[in-house]
């Protein structure tokens, strides 16, 4: 019964246009939706503690049974409640957020993001997993271009399908290989089989399972569809962002790490992670718009998911995973309230306006101090689990990292508010789910220890590198202090983003443009060809209608040449049959 | 019971009544009679579903191996149900399009209409050649006389040339297995393949193939398709992309895959080869186009790649997926096309520079857009996704390198999408200030188009349990 967790997300998506906007108010039935999925993903959560149920039916049979199966364990059955529990805190900003935008077309396309979300966490095939897995991206590829008019979103939603395209045909190649070696979708028994399983097949579908991976959680190469994405609504971006669509890519690792391990990835994704937190934590430090700098805080909390991952600590991974999705939709809540109430969301123009409503600026310090895993917040926790693995090298590393996520999310923070100033109208719709993020995001690291209890793979340390990071931590945030509340340093900082805007952004995007073009170009050459080709044989038909055009004079309606032309006939047909007779 | 005669018969009579209503004194509309032929025939063939078809056979001489003789076979159903719903989905664009011959156009339309069911279910391979050849001459009559006023002759005569081409190579395999077999009976020859020495079983397969390949059509015998689409009213592309085309995949199933499978074994790789060639070619050569009717003409002819692909993997599961995904696409192609032409309706023009920003005029018009191309681009929950998926894995099962097509469905997405924005979103053009948004009819028709989509797509085993791979 556990698909009763997605079900009422999918009546949703239907009731909202059959019943329509006029009788029943299209929020209410969403959010009545998320409600009840929240309730029954935690019944089922208590229920099936610590055990695991799966529950399997059977899609269709074509020599081989195409399996459907959804399974009820810790891990699955948490990240629904997580799920369920964060699309519900959207729903309830969407309502104010939203008021004026098109209300059924937004409540269907919200309502098949989560419910095909859902269904992702649960499935325990791989079959289910890619169904709900491309129904994520159209469904992402529709609310992001939801402003169509506005030429941006159109091509920020085109550009975010086509970027996790490559990954979802990578995906679909990975499980035709499995499940041709295998002869079943189901991820249990695959990675059962994996010791039966011949190396090059492991290798080629583990690579092709993190190239899915990648591209789905914009992780380098792919990273540049997330920022565009921002032209999305703002409660969209704060689900796409937190609990739905880039967490599935993290997810798809957690879920096959046997398989990863198995064909000797781990390297890879540790160096990835690194690689794209990095140029991240620059990137984000070199935008001016607030939801750009938040879309790169994205990409490198993902990115230490994939670091966690790599160095075989999945159960770290989740919880960061889980807790991330608390802040970050929090911080995209708050910068949507800017976008309303003030107009603007570049920082430097924030810094203007003098902000300094208390309501906004306390969860926005506890917000961008979870990005920097300051203590005593929950992404502290967090930040112990994921780095409890680490070797030297990469814990210094990781200290770099720490370092400049402090200074840029606190440079965003310093900019935007100021000590006395502008207050700001609150409202509940938009403040509640604000407040009730803030608070467990504030007070939730107690449950790092119900955490590594629960979930498989989940270690988490303490030492002097969580020192030695954290103080790195602190100076980022002294840094960013020093030079952009107090304005110290300015042209120090002008000149480093100088730097790292020609690195980074305008390099690697024209290299990504030029690879577009080519396949254009390519396009536009077959197509040429392709139309002459055509021509050439056009010939065939212009013959044909010279011929008739000529031939026509024969039928001239005169009857005695008819009758000629017949007696021929039947005179050479006679003589044809003689001849073969004889 | 239904005999199956009475679907052939059924249409075939509208034919003749509309005939015979158009020299009557007192007349009443040509489109009544059509529409009660297709609605008659539709109904038939889904009370047969449910309580099953009986057989037709009558003797010219008396010996089963002339009978004509009307039978399934184990692949008919789904192509049969192409055959019958398509043409009558069709119907609604012919009834806004056609004006002029009106009475000539629906005789043409119900002949084609009869000799489709005819081919998919007639086991006598006379019987199986008259009506194809009938389909293809109307089908040329309607491209030539109703198409649009530049193009419709020339295309309409590349069209009948290429075809006309195949079905002598059609033929000429018919009667090669006639010589060799002593029957014109496909159960008969199908017993009695094994007498047919080894080499003029590959002339036959020769033939086959050249028939298929003009047919599907695969490079380097499709550039008819784009012409006679463009050339062809709405309701004629819909015929054409959703059942003609499936000829070609039914005719290799039936004679390559099923009745000499051992010597389409022993040329399986250049097959396939030739498949991958056909799938990244049509998408490059779609990507550059401007027409939204040619971009979807391209993009079918992308799709009967895939198919091929399927075929020529000689296992169940990409037979199957291959079937699965000819019914598929034939519902997805039909409604693209039918959206296609209310495009050029609302609009007067189908050229992708030229539109622009519809989405705030037409609204369910761009719903029934969107869904479209999601469903072609193979999402799951809707049809094509299963097709596509039971073609790789029969196709990576009999030759891995084959996967490559999935950089096909990539290259779609990216022009499918293109087109979306190019006809949808972004501001509106100042041109298309006036456009309308469909009508209650075009709704219902392209919902119509969408629930066999759906439910295909959810419900699988509608397609799956349908057939087996035996003649």
């Given amino acids: 019964m556990l698909y009763l967790i997605i079900l009422p997300m999918i009546v949703s998506m239907l009731l909202v246009p059959l019943i329509g906007e006029r009788l029943i108010k299209s929020f209410k039935i969403a959010l009545t939706g998320a409600l009840v999925s929240l309730f029954l993903s935690t019944y089922y959560l208590f229920k099936y503690f610590g ?106 939603g085109k550009k975010a399908l086509i970027m996790t395209r490559i990954g979802d045909m990578s995906f679909l190649a990975a499980i035709v290989l499995l499940f041709t070696s295998t002869g079943t979708f189901s991820i249990p028994s695959i990675l059962q089989e994996l010791p039966a399983l011949p190396n090059i097949t492991i290798l080629l579908s583990g690579a092709l399972i993190l190239i899915a991976a990648l591209s789905k959680s914009a992780q380098f190469p792919f990273y540049t569809w997330l920022p565009d994405a921002m032209e999305g609504p703002t409660p969209v971006s704060a689900l796409l962002h937190s609990a739905t669509m880039v967490a599935a890519g993290a997810y798809l690792l957690v879920v096959m790490y046997p398989l990863l391990f198995a064909a ?138 720490s370092f400049l996520t402090a200074l840029f999310s606190f440079r965003a923070f310093f900019l935007i508010f100021n ?164 | 019971m239904v005999n199956l005669l009475s679907l052939v018969l059924v249409p075939a009579l509208g034919a003749v009544a509309v005939a015979i209503n158009s020299i009557l004194p007192r007349r009443i509309k040509p489109e009544y009679i059509a529409a009660s032929a297709f609605l008659i025939t539709s109904a038939l063939f889904f009370i047969g579903v449910i309580v099953g078809f009986s057989g037709f056979s009558i003797g010219i001489i008396n010996s089963i191996d002339f009978a004509f003789t009307l039978q399934l076979n184990g692949i008919s159903l789904p192509f049969l149900l192409l055959a019958v719903t398509l043409p009558a989905l069709g119907l609604w664009s012919a009834v806004k399009e056609i004006n002029s011959g009106k009475a000539l156009f629906y005789i043409f339309y119900l002949l084609s209409y009869a000799s489709l069911i005819g081919v ?212 997805i192609v039909g409604m693209l096309f039918v959206l296609a032409g209310i495009l050029k309706e609302k609009t007067g023009t189908r050229d992708l520079n030229r539109l622009g920003g519809l989405m705030s005029k037409m609204p369910l018009y761009s719903v029934f857009l969107v869904l479209a191309v999601i469903a072609t681009l193979g999402v799951p929950g809707l049809s094509n996704f299963v097709g596509e998926l039971l073609v790789f894995i029969g196709a990576y099962a009999a030759y891995p390198i084959t996967l490559v097509a999935l950089a096909g469905v990539l290259i779609a997405t990216n022009y499918y999408l293109s087109a979306l924005k190019r006809i949808l979103y972004t501001s509106l053009k100042k041109t298309m200030s006036g456009v309308k948004d469909i009508s209650y009819a075009d709704a219902v028709q392209l919902s119509i188009f969408s629930i066999f989509i759906i439910i295909i797509g959810v419900v699988p085993i509608v397609i799956t349990n349908s057939f087996s791979l035996t003649i």
């Fill in chain 1, 51 to 156: 055990n695991q149920v799966t529950e399997s039916y059977n899609w269709f049979g074509v020599s081989n049974f195409f399996n459907l199966s959804i399974s009820g364990d810790n891990l699955t059955l948490l990240m629904a409640v997580m799920v369920s529990f964060i699309s519900l805190m959207v729903l309830i900003f969407s309502v104010f957020y939203m008021k004026k935008e098109p209300q059924e077309r937004y409540y269907v396309e919200m309502s098949l993001f989560i419910a095909s979300m859902l269904g992702l966490v649960l499935s325990s095939s791989l079959l289910l997993f890619y169904i709900f897995w491309e129904l994520v991206g159209v469904s992402s590829y529709l609310l992001i271009g939801f402003w169509y008019k506005k030429e941006s979103a159109s091509a920020a």
């Fill in chain 1, 264 to 401: 000797g990835l781990n390297t890879v994704i540790v160096s990835i992670g690194f690689i794209t937190a990095v140029l991240s934590a620059l990137l984000a430090l070199n935008h001016r718009h607030t939801k750009r700098i938040l879309a790169y805080s994205t990409i490198e909390s993902l990115a230490f998911m994939f670091i966690a991952i790599g160095t075989i600590n999945t159960g770290g991974a989740v919880f960061y995973l889980m807790v991330h999705a608390v802040f970050k939709s929090m911080l995209f809540f708050i910068s949507g309230i800017f976008a309303v109430l003030i107009g603007v969301q570049d920082v430097y123009k924030l810094k203007l306006k003098r902000l300094s409503s208390t309501w906004l600026k306390l969860p926005a310090l506890i917000g961008f101090a979870s990005i920097s895993g300051l203590p005593p917040f929950m992404s502290f926790f967090a930040h112990t689990a994921i780095s409890a693995n680490f070797t030297t090298i990469e814990g210094l590393v990781f200290t770099v990292i």
């Fill in chain 1, 419 to 582: 000590r006395k100033g502008v207050k700001l109208d609150r409202k509940v719709s938009t403040a509640m789910p604000i407040y009730i993020l803030s608070i467990i995001s504030t007070i939730g690291g107690a449950t790092l220890f119900f955490f590594s209890k629960v979930l498989a793979g989940f270690m988490y340390k303490i030492d002097i590198f969580t020192v030695i990071t954290t103080a790195a931590a602190f100076l980022g945030v002294y840094v960013a202090f020093e030079v952009f509340y107090k304005d110290k340093l300015s042209t120090a900082s002008a000149s480093f983003k100088d730097v790292a805007n020609k690195l980074m952004r305008v390099a690697y995007d024209k290299i990504l443009f030029s690879i577009g073009m080519s396949f254009v170009s390519a396009g536009d050459a077959v197509g040429k060809f392709d139309n002459a080709l055509s021509k050439f044989y056009d010939r065939s038909a212009d013959s044909a209608l010279f011929l008739s055009s000529k031939s026509r004079r024969i039928e001239n309606g005169n009857v005695e040449t008819y009758i000629i032309a017949i007696l021929i006939g039947i005179i050479a047909s006679l003589v044809v049959a003689s001849v073969f007779v004889w």
């Fill in chain 2, 120 to 331: 998919f279910i007639s086991s006598n391979l006379i019987a199986f050649f008259i009506f194809w050849e009938i389909v293809l001459i109307s089908f040329f009559f309607i491209i030539t006389f109703w198409g649009e006023e530049e193009t419709r002759r020339k295309a309409g005569m590349k069209f009948l040339i290429f075809t006309q081409f195949g079905s002598l190579t059609l033929l000429g395999a018919f009667i090669l297995l006639f010589i060799y077999t002593g029957s014109f009976s496909l159960g008969t020859i199908s017993s009695m393949i094994s007498l047919v020495p080894s080499y003029i079983s590959y002339v036959i397969f020769a033939f086959v193939l050249i028939t298929a390949v003009i047919k599907m059509p695969m490079f380097p015998m499709h550039s008819w398709l784009p012409d006679a689409h463009v050339s062809a009213p709405t309701a004629g592309s819909v015929l054409l992309a959703g059942v003609l085309l499936k000829l070609g995949g039914y005719v290799l199933i039936l004679f390559g895959s099923i009745l000499l499978s051992s010597v389409m074994r022993s040329i399986q790789i250049p097959l396939m080869l030739l498949g991958v060639f056909t799938v990244i070619y049509s998408t490059l050569a779609a990507s550059s186009q401007t027409d939204f009717k040619k971009m979807i003409a391209y993009s079918s002819i992308f799709y009967m790649g895939l198919v091929f692909i399927g075929i020529a993997s000689l296992n169940q599961i990409g037979e199957s997926g291959s079937i699965f995904l000819m019914v598929s696409h034939g519902f």
